[in-house]
Each structure stands twice: as C-alpha cells, then as structure tokens.
C-alpha cells in the first residue's frame, strides 16, 4: 500500500500541505471554519515527506499541496476544494465523511 493511503486510511478528513504555502493555509482555514479539524500532514515538516511528495506528484497534483481527501476518497487540490465550496457541496462532503457534525 501507498504511503499516501496509508495516512489517508483512518481519517475522515486528511489535507497534505506545507507550512510555507498561503493556500494551503487559506485551504485548512475554509476547512476549519466548518467546525472540522483535520489531519494534516506538513510535507515540509513529517519525516517521509519528500516520499509522500512524490506520490502526490505521481497523481497528477503539482504543485503537491494542498491535496484533500475527504472520506477517504480524493478530492484535489485547493482550485477543486474551492469549486466545491462555490458550489455549496463541500460541506454535504464534510458531513457524509463524518469530518463534521451538524
């Protein structure tokens, strides 16, 4: 298994960021503001980030972060998570994952 399923596999809300990258921040805020509090892994920061960086890469997204997984299942980066949110479907994804209680 993938180390990027792996992290994903137990959490209902994962987001791959780095500490340096305003839209990542900007994307973990959207987040929260929904009351959710999500895994997230620093790519700069944990201690295999460059492999999982990698992977990430290796699924189409550059740059690596954000990517969001919601439910288990990806949903993109941050122009995906910001399209969902336009659109008034991130928090339905939210509540159906669980990652949030309304």
């Not at 959490?11 to 895994?39: D, E, Q, Y």
């Not at 699924?59 to 969902?84: F, H, Q």
Request: glycine residues 6%; charged residues 20%; hydrophobic residues 40%.
């Amino acid at each position: 298994m993938s180390t990027v399923k792996t992290l994903v596999a137990d959490n209902p809300l994962v987001i791959f960021s780095k500490t340096t990258c305003s839209i990542s921040h900007s994307i973990k805020t959207l987040i929260r503001n929904f009351g959710a509090n999500p895994t997230v892994y620093e790519l700069d920061e944990i201690p295999n980030g460059e492999q999982v960086e990698s992977e990430l890469l290796e699924l189409g997204y550059n740059p690596s972060a954000p990517v969001v997984y919601i439910g288990k299942k990806l949903i993109g980066g941050a122009n995906e998570v910001m399209r969902l949110n336009v659109r008034s479907r991130l928090k339905p994804l939210l509540i159906e994952a669980n990652a949030i209680w309304v």
